[in-house]
């Protein structure tokens, strides 16, 4: 299965500032997919990074609020913006595994953000 | 809209137990459904998929099935060591293809006891 390396695996974030997000995976893989996971809850998808287009956002998600990038097949960025204590969460990216691992999602570690 | 559910939310064991961990969906046009764990402050790791098609899937200490027509899964683990301290994740797949979306549950919080 693809691996994922996800940076920074943790931060402490003062109200208003930005933070990016970064997402390498170690294949190439058509689609790339941003989660939150807020203290004590389960996974909600943000969106999904297309290569080459604007990302598709879920319900409740809006891309002033979660810009993400997608230059390549192999990198993916999700940025929060304007950060307030309801953005304390997990944040975790994951693809579909190719060939042996269709269908099979695997995760990155995901980057744990406080904001103050 | 699917939804998917997961109980109990908590349980504790001791150790060398045999225990299962429930999943039910309300949705049963599934695609597959995935077993994941996740450590605490950690991404999740995969455990096993069961394809729509499939009744079980096993490895190792955990095999997991599927009863798409009542809507339901359970993940079976042997023998339980305290290593298997975790959170419990299952999640769903409404279709075939990459830009389906997996609905998640709320999880199980394992904790296995010396």
């Known amino acids: 299965s693809a691996v994922i390396s996800q940076k920074p695996s943790r931060d402490i974030c003062q109200r208003g500032t930005s933070l990016t997000i970064q997402c390498q995976v170690d294949s190439q893989v058509t689609m790339m997919f941003w989660y939150r996971q807020q203290p004590g809850q389960s996974l909600t998808l943000i969106a999904t990074?297309?290569?080459?287009?604007?990302?598709?956002?879920e319900s409740g998600f809006v891309i002033d609020k979660f810009p993400i990038s997608r230059p390549n097949l192999t990198f993916s960025t999700l940025t929060v913006s304007n950060m307030s204590p309801e953005d304390s969460s997990i944040y975790l990216c994951?693809?579909?595994?190719?060939?042996?691992?269709?269908?099979?999602?695997?995760f990155g570690a995901g980057s744990r953000l406080t904001v103050l | 809209k699917q939804e998917v559910t997961q109980i109990p939310a908590a349980l504790s064991v001791p150790e060398g137990e045999n225990l299962v961990l429930n999943c039910s969906f309300t949705?049963?046009?599934?695609?597959?459904l995935q077993w994941f764990r996740q450590d605490p402050g950690k991404g999740l790791t995969s455990l096993l998929l069961i394809q729509s098609s499939q009744r079980e899937q096993t490895s190792g200490r955990l095999n997991a099935s599927l009863d798409k027509s009542s809507g339901r899964s359970t993940l079976y683990i042997a023998a339980s060591q305290p290593g298997d301290s975790a959170t419990y994740l299952c999640a769903v797949r409404g279709g075939a293809g990459t830009a389906s979306k997996l609905t998640f549950g709320t999880g199980t919080r394992l904790q296995v006891t010396l």
């Open positions: 994951s693809v579909v595994g190719q060939g042996t691992g269709a269908n099979v999602l695997t």
């Open positions: 949705d049963s046009a599934i695609y597959n």
């Open positions: 990074a297309n290569q080459g287009s604007e990302a598709t956002y």
